[in-house]
């Protein structure tokens, strides 16, 4: 039998190129190894605030976009958190056994509480307690995730063995799976590539927009001039390149950038091409599946009853350990 992988992305906006190189192409490769469950977490977004007239958009965008990415729906599951009623249970019981020490240590909510200060919310506090209950719920062993998350598997093993050595054995220790591009860094070349900062190149962008985006995104910072050579391993450029282009061309852009044998620019717009060559499919699947929309659906609503049967076998096992089967799983004559 196959081990079970467990991933999630949240529905908060477009899909970037540091959610593809980070998580999504990894999970790709890993679809015939690995028993694969992906979850667009609706209720991980909700804890930032959202337009709720967006979310239908948003959910039907990550679903889409990971499908035309790759993310075969026949070799692998993928459904909506929401759908799936348990993870919230699972969550609640999860928190009677997480210490909050724990969770305020978590540089996830750090960040967000800063960013978001007119909204610190107990969901975002209790993020992490949720996403563990994403994973234990169907006893995944591995993670594929960027190394922002690494600290949330960590927590994960952290509640499976504080409930197992409560109430007896039922969960794995789910381990994280790094790509070979664990942080991708945004268009500013100072912050990780993210929806928030409007710092990214988005999936599904057009030629145009993407080369509109590079032209003007941060380089070696202390190559002011054309003729000045620059050091490419600082330039989050050569960077990109190394995930996009052949060894040829990322030979020929680091040669030529310590010998300002090419500018900046040039060496943009081979990066622009290449990105441009591995998007475009992408973005033509897309748009045919953006105009089959009942597709996608199906493809949730098949990956949550899938998800909803492991999900109550699960609940039922953790409820017996808990004592808390009561009139559900136990003849009345043997309490
Ligand atoms: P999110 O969009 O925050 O739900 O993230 C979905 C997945 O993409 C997670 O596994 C993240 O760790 C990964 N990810 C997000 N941003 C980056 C980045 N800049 N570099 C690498 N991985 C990322
Ligand atoms: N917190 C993850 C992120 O921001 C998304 C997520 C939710 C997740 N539940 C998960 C990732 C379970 C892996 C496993 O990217």
Redesign the pocket.
């Known amino acids: 039998m196959k081990k079970r992988l467990f991933?999630?992305?949240?529905p908060?906006g477009e899909v970037h190129i540091?959610?593809y190189?980070?998580?999504i192409k990894n999970w790709i490769r890993l679809l015939d190894q690995y028993d694969c469950i992906f979850s667009i977490?609706d209720y991980h977004a909700i804890t930032v605030e959202l337009d709720p007239r967006e979310m239908p958009q948003n959910i039907m965008h990550v679903a889409t976009v990971n499908i035309a990415a790759g993310l075969d729906p026949e070799r692998s599951t993928l459904f909506l958190q929401s759908h799936v009623p348990e993870h919230t249970e699972l969550a609640w019981i999860f928190n009677t056994v997480t210490p909050i020490g724990h969770l305020e240590r978590m540089t996830q909510f750090k960040e967000k509480a800063q960013l978001y200060k007119h909204n610190i919310n107990a969901g975002l506090f209790d993020y992490p307690v949720l996403q563990a209950a994403d994973i234990l719920l169907y006893k995944a062993e591995v993670v594929p995730?960027?190394?922002?998350?690494v600290q949330h598997i960590e927590l994960s093993r952290e509640i499976s063995r504080k409930f197992n050595t409560r109430y007896g054995e039922v969960f794995p220790e789910p381990q994280e799976l790094l790509s070979d591009?664990?942080?991708?860094m945004g268009l500013d070349a100072k912050n990780?590539?993210?929806?928030s900062l409007n710092n990214y190149i988005g999936l599904l962008e057009s030629p145009e927009a993407i080369w509109k985006k590079l032209s003007v995104a941060v380089t070696d910072p202390a190559r002011k001039k054309r003729s000045d050579p620059g050091t490419p391993e600082i330039c989050n450029i050569y960077h990109l390149h190394r995930y996009f282009s052949s060894p040829k061309e990322i030979d020929w852009s680091a040669q030529g950038c310590r010998t300002a044998g090419i500018g900046c620019l040039e060496c943009k717009k081979c990066l622009s091409d290449n990105i441009i060559k591995e998007l475009t499919p992408i973005r033509e699947k897309a748009k045919e599946l953006f105009d089959n929309p009942d597709s996608v659906q199906d493809v949730l609503r098949r990956g949550a009853e899938r998800c909803k049967e492991i999900a109550q076998e699960t609940m039922k096992e953790v409820k017996s350990k808990m004592g808390l089967h009561l009139g559900l799983y136990t003849e009345p004559s043997k309490i």
């Not at 995730?145 to 998350?149: A, I, Y």
């Open positions: 991933s999630g992305i949240q908060t540091g959610n190189l980070g998580a977490v995730v960027g190394e922002d998350q591009a664990p942080r991708i990780k590539m993210s929806k």
